[in-house]
């Protein structure tokens, strides 16, 4: 079965490539072949555009004038394959931002947040699309992306080595923290007749989630706080939230870690087969209405640190009715390997021109109040710390908190 699931997610995958080639989208070639990615450059400002179509025309003339050979290779093919292609640092006015698969919502608000940088900078954002952070870590420490978008969880992680991450993350650097995502845990087919997670005994439910191990923890979440364990059911291993979600959608699978109500790939997957939400200890708004009850905050903190229950309207995204979901925040980060110049400027555009990413989906309803924690999980990076000391919002709260940090990465 996982073979199975494992082939039609390349295919799939293949889908997704011949959509972006449609939209004249550009891929990364040493990430896209090592892990099948695909990226979206966002459309440079006019003067932008305008620059580089003069350069264009003097290298042609250059060329033409030197006799060079249409065949040779040039420097910059040449640097795309040395390894650090899309970097800031190198490239100077280039940086791409690692997200989710093209369908998820961090892929759509990494494609707003790259427009919007692109747009009020001169650093021409591209958005690099994997399986998830623990695809994309390994390249963000390595210098070969510049920004990625994950759970602040999944920052926890990473910091100490934990789920789903080989060795801890020496490099990662926060930068700012996003709006508040709301995942929507176990999820069934609406006319399976499951009702509560413990119909699920004996049932095929989605396990492993290789490229985020944080889908799989809402999985094991949502089976443990009703006594459920994997010895009762039948795991189906899957490769990441969207074939986990094609899986559940053509029947191979029973349940599934269904993302945010929100992402574009469940709202296709609700209107094609409608799906069903069972909440953390099958709790209703009214049980968290005081606070989520003390034993499963205690079982959600050792499972997904930074995580919380918190009661979703009906009208967000999918949801027919009020839901307890699980909820987290997204925070986009760097690494020391970034130009504090570079982090600087795409935080002036984020902290200037943030509304014009709140059309694009409820998660991109970013705004400064929210964006620099007081107790990041990674230390800021000095880009990002001389910006919010610009802006007069870096506190003696801030500083105690980075220093910890550095001394505990330096250790």
């Known amino acids: ?79 795309v394959e040395g390894g650090t292609e899309g970097s800031a640092q190198t490239t100077g006015d280039a940086a791409s931002i ?25 650093i021409s954002a591209t958005v690099v699309a994997t399986a998830g952070p623990n695809a994309w870590m390994p390249d963000l420490e390595a210098g070969n992306v510049d920004f990625g978008l994950l759970s602040v969880v999944d920052v926890g992680w990473s910091m100490e080595g934990g789920p789903g991450y080989e ?11 996003g709006a508040a995502l709301h995942g929507s845990g176990l999820t069934v087919r609406a006319d399976s007749g499951i009702e509560r997670i413990e119909d699920l005994a004996g049932r095929r439910v989605a396990s492993d989630y290789g490229g985020n191990v944080i889908s799989a923890r809402f999985v094991e979440l949502g089976l443990e706080s009703v006594g459920v364990g994997w010895d009762n059911v039948d795991a189906v291993p899957v490769a990441d939230v969207s074939t986990g ?13 269904g993302a945010a109500p929100t992402s574009p790939n469940l709202l296709d997957a609700h209107v094609a087969t409608p799906v069903r939400i069972l909440p953390v200890g099958n709790h209703t708004p009214a049980d968290i209405a005081d606070g989520v009850p003390s034993e499963t905050q205690e079982m959600i ?32 980060v760097s690494s020391d390997h970034v130009t504090a110049d570079t982090v600087y400027a795409a935080l002036d555009a984020l902290w200037e021109n943030y509304e014009e990413m709140h059309d694009a989906h409820p998660l991109a309803q970013w705004v400064p109040e929210d964006m620099v924690p007081s107790a990041p999980r990674a230390p800021y990076h000095e880009g ?28």
Not at 98 to 116: C, I, K
Request: proline share 5%; net charge negative; charged share 20%.
């Open 245 to 257: 979600i094609d899986a559940l959608r053509n029947g191979q699978v029973d349940a599934i870690s």
């Open 167 to 177: 060795n801890p993350a020496e490099h990662l650097r926060t930068v700012a923290q």
């Open 1 to 79: 079965m996982g073979q199975v699931l494992a082939c039609r997610s390349r295919q799939r995958h293949l889908s997704d490539l011949a959509e972006i080639v449609y939209r004249k989208e550009v891929p990364v070639p040493r990430l896209q072949r090592r892990f099948c990615l695909r990226e979206h450059r966002a459309r440079p400002p006019a003067r932008a555009r305008r620059l580089a179509f003069g350069v264009s025309l003097l290298s042609l003339a250059f060329a033409a004038a030197c006799g060079a050979s249409p065949d040779a290779e040039s420097p910059a093919d040449e640097a």
């Open 98 to 122: 690692a997200t989710h698969a093209v369908g998820l919502s961090y892929h759509t608000v990494g494609s707003a947040l790259a427009s919007l940088i692109s747009n009020h900078s001169d």
């Open 301 to 332: 903190d050792r499972l997904i640190p930074g995580a919380t229950l918190a009661t979703q309207p009906a009208g967000t995204g999918m949801l027919e009715e009020e839901t307890v979901l699980i909820q987290h925040r997204v925070q986009l």
């Open 384 to 411: 990002a710390v001389q910006f919010y000391e610009d802006q007069g919002v870096w506190t003696d709260e801030h500083q105690q908190a980075q220093e910890e940090l550095q001394t505990a990465t330096a250790g």
